[in-house]
């Protein structure tokens, strides 16, 4: 393993967004103890030139704001939310409590229950206000973003073609991949 490839994914470049235009994703956060594993979805929607509002807000510590922020979503242009928690995880059906906006649920890893809390929190939603939840830490993160773009995906060729590419890509890597 080359050491110096080790050390950049461990300790990645601070995020600088780069995406330009208004913001058509919310990544919404209990607690910016979260953003190391969200940032992987900001990160993503960035490469597809998709512009984000991150936010850290939580039900619990900042219920009003938390509430202010989902209700303005749709009118600040957003059109989708993603949200991540961990533990009692109930920022993201509170999003969809106030927003009929797709709310897209991240269950954080934590540190006793190992985010089966978090997940269990989230995904056990009454009927009537429905948030899609994905699985607990970076690949829910991942899967949001891109479940993100393929909901953008629906009214924009460009979007579209870059998803295509993006899964194009992926494939290749897998099928080129040499084990030892
Ligand atoms: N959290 C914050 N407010 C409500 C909840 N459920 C979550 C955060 C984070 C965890 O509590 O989303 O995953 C621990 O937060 P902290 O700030 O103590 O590190």
Do not use: C
Not at 20 to 46: C, F, H, N, Q, Y
Not at 67 to 91: D, F, M, S, T, Y
Not at 139 to 162: C, H, M, T, W, Y
Request: hydrophobic share 45%.
């Amino acid at each position: 393993m080359q050491p110096s490839s080790a050390v950049s994914e461990k300790t990645p470049a601070p995020f600088t967004p780069t995406a330009t235009g208004k913001p058509l994703v919310g990544i919404v956060m209990g607690s910016t103890s979260d953003w190391p594993v969200m940032e992987a979805a900001a990160r993503l929607l960035d490469e597809f030139g998709i512009a984000t509002e991150r936010r850290a807000l939580s039900a619990h510590r900042t219920p009003d704001a938390a509430l202010e922020w989902g209700r303005g979503a749709g009118q600040r242009g957003l059109k989708v939310i993603i949200a991540a928690a961990g533990g009692a995880a109930h920022l993201a059906g509170v999003m969809a409590a106030v927003t009929p906006l797709p709310v897209l649920g991240v269950p954080m890893e934590s540190a006793s229950l190992k985010g089966l809390d978090s997940l269990l929190s989230m995904v056990q939603m009454p009927g009537g206000i429905p948030v899609a939840t994905f699985s607990i830490g970076k690949p829910g993160a991942i899967n949001s973003a891109l479940f993100a773009v393929a909901i953008l995906a629906q009214g924009d060729e460009r979007i579209r073609k870059a998803l295509d590419d993006y899964r194009a890509a992926q494939s290749k890597k897998v099928l080129e991949a040499k084990l030892p």
